[in-house]
């Protein structure tokens, strides 16, 4: 089965509904990123690579915006163009006249999800600057917490990423800058992020930042490690809350796992497909993936049903719900 570089349209929590692009695996390739973090929704990485230089597989501008330009006419009313997927997409240094490209061709703004890592580089900075909105992953003040959840390749250092996104936040021409606080928790007393005192360092870090945005939210797919669990809601809104006094209210986003069924006018050319295409990337339950392509549960039980016994997907347990992934 054929594996496109645009994997779908995808209901999110926080970007409404998004066309999501993997500008850095194809298909055949291995799983490489910089880091391998414990709440990974798509499991530990292969190869942990030390920079763009070592990608395997990494897509090109031209095969990106085909894939737009042919993709986003079976969709309407996106939010917009996300650069995500399957691994962090600042390792691909063609992302700048990727989104330069899309730009091109469709009006939706452009958003970059990214893990921070990069940021010391003047020429990934520089590629995220043609974006729109940039949401950064920063997990911890803390040197050691950091390590332990993300887990980075040998030369990573948390002083560096910090100092990447305060040029980032000064550069003069720059998108919006959201950061995404990841909180974890743990069954067996693994280093994690909620603690008071974690979240004090957190706030004291963001001060020099002065992102445009923060969000705070926490797992919500099957984690790559199983000790890691979400943090919960009564105390993701306590730490919201600390946020709120200390940022405002108005740049304080509180991601909570209710996730609304959005109307979609999306054409599919082969829905089968389509669905393993998403679920490659991205695990989902079986309701995010009928409210991802605007179908129900009908339509969708025997493309289920044959994917699952051709072994081509799998169904996994959580304490969130059953998902579905690719086997």
Known sequence: MKT?????????RRLGRSLGVDVIKKAGTKKNCNF????CQLGHVDYKIKGPEEVEGAVTTEEVVEGIRSFHRNIENLDYITFSGSCEPTLNLSLGSMIRGVKQIIDQPVCVLTNSSLLDREDVRSNLAEADLVIATFVSGNEDTFRAIHRPVEGIRLDNIIKGLQAMKDMEKRPRLGIEIMLVDSTNGYPVNGTDEEITKLIEVLKT????????????RPPAEKFIAPVADIRLKEIAHRFDEEFGRDRVKL????????KSSMQHENL???????LLRR??????????????SAQLTPIMEKLISSNTIIRIVSENGAYYKAS
């Open 4 to 12: 496109r570089i645009i994997y779908g349209p995808i209901l999110s």
């Open 36 to 39: 391998d973090c414990v709440y």
């Open 209 to 220: 930042i002065d992102p445009d945005e923060i969000e705070i939210l926490t797992v919500s």
């Open 255 to 262: 991601v909570l796992k209710v996730l609304k069924r959005g």
């Open 272 to 278: 089968e497909e389509e669905v393993y295409d998403l």
């Open 283 to 296: 695990p989902c339950t079986f309701e995010q993936i009928c409210a991802s392509f605007g179908i129900s």
